[in-house]
């Protein structure tokens, strides 16, 4: 079921995109599996709808479950890891998986959130699993897959513990949803407009060379600025 479910790409070496082409736009994210030479990052989980692991499982290697934000499309199958990362700000809402932070009951009671129903799934039921995190990931930590470190930055205003990570050697930066090319979330619980300016003011500064977002399709630095001025400018930055 599961691999009728998900869709993946490659998106550069030892990267890979996985989505879910069924649901909605709105809530259809951006999930990475990076691999390294000693273990490997899972990066976002989708909604949970289908298992993500069923169709990506860890192999024979360490894999760290990362969650950039605690918003339903990125932590639907975060509990079925066992090993679960993600920034302390959000620590409490990731332990409860509440609606008024997680968001499920919005993916339940949206009029179409998705264009095919999964045998036995029954809309009406859909919940987020509780999942504790097992570690912390705060501004300036590194996560060290052998081969290639990843710095984490800490980039909030979409939610107040958005996370992404940056690959300093070659620029490679997963920013999952603190900047995408669409329109930028900011109107929701635990959004701030304030913060998420002085966010895109860092982000328009930042020299990297290949954006993967949380949503839609990747983009380089150029982009990334005209992103983050367009931001600005619509807010009075």
Known sequence: MADAW?????VSPGVVKIWEPAVHPFFQANLYRISGRDRDIQLDFGTGVQSLPAFAPAGDKPLLAIASHVHIDHVGSFFEYADRAGHPLEAPFFADMRD?????????????????????????????EPAPLTQLLDEGDTVDLGDR??????????SPGSIALLDERNGEFFAADAI?????????????IETYLRTMERLRALD????HAGHGESFGRQRMQEIAEGYLRKHGG
């Open 208 to 211: 990297v060379s290949m954006v």
């Open 100 to 128: 008024d932070m997680a968001f499920g009951a919005m993916f339940r009671d949206h009029p179409e959130p998705l264009a095919v129903l999964p045998e036995g799934f029954v809309l009406a039921d859909y919940r987020i």
């Open 180 to 192: 995408y090319d669409g329109y930028l979330v900011d109107d929701v619980p635990g959004a701030d």
């Open 6 to 10: 998900f869709r993946s790409v490659t």
């Open 149 to 158: 470190l990843f710095t984490v930055l800490h980039l909030p205003g979409h």
